[in-house]
C-alpha cells in the first residue's frame, strides 16, 4: 500500500539550533540545518469501500510535538508508538489532547503504544492522565497498549525491532519497506534480519565525536552499509553536522534527513 513517511524533526535532544550557542550550524541560514527533536509521521489512505480514511501514525512526541504538528497540519493521530522514554521524545504527549478530543468523539481514545519500562516512565510522568485516581479533567484521551513483535493499525503493520540506546533496550520500527531506528548505539545481531529488502532505512547518527549511548556518522554508515536499504536518512542530528557540508561527504545513497523532508514509501498490510 502505498504511504508517506515526513520527518516531523531530525534533530538531537536538545534541538538545532542549541540554546545558547553561536557555532556555525547553530547560526546557519540554511533552513535544512534547523532541526526540532526527533519525530516521524506516517501516513496512508485506508481504502476502505466508502472511498477510504486519511490514517496517521506517530512515532514519538517529543517536546516540538505542537509545532510539528501545527507545520504538518495535522488533524488527526490514529495510533503513537513511542521508542523509548527520554524527554526528546515524549514531552509532547499532553499535545495530544485537541487531536485526542476529536478522536474520542469518533469512539476511541488514542492507542499509545509502548514497551513495559516505556509505559512505567509515561504513567509517572503523565500522573494526571493514567492514574484512575486522577481528577485533572482535560486529560489527553489515550490508551497506553503494550508494545508487541508486531502491531496492526488500520491494517498497517508495524513490527518492533529490537535496538540498544547505551544499557537500555529500545524500540526501532519497521513497517512495509521502511525502518526507523533512533537513539541506537548497536544493532543486535538478531534484528538484522528484521532489517532485509528496505527501500527507505532511517538511523540515528549524532555526531562524529563517539558518544556512550549514540551511533556517530562513521557507526551509521557502516550499519547503512550492511543493511543496504536503496536510501538511508540520518536523524537524530546534532550541531557539530552542517546539512550541506556533512551531505558532500556521505557515500552514494546516504543523505542527513531534514525536518519536512517527505518521501512515498510502501507499507505492508495484514
Ligand atoms: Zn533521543
Ligand atoms: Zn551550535
Ligand atoms: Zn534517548
Redesign the pocket.
Known sequence: MDGRLTFLGTGT?MGVPTVGCGCAVCTSTDPRDRRLRPSVLVRWNDATPDGGRERVVVIDTGPDFREQALRNGLTRVDAVFYT?A?A??ILGLDDLRPLSYKAFREGEPIPLYASAATAATLERIYEYTFSAQATYPNRARVQLKTLGESTVVHGVEFRRVPLM?GQMEIAGFRFGRTAYLT?VSEIPERSFALLAGLDHLVVSALRYKPHP?HATVEQAVEWARRIGARQTWFTHIAHELGHQATNATLPEGMALAYDGLSVPVELGTV
Request: charged share 25%; glycine share 0%.
Open positions: 535532544s523509548h527520554h526528546d521524545h540506546h537513539d549511548s
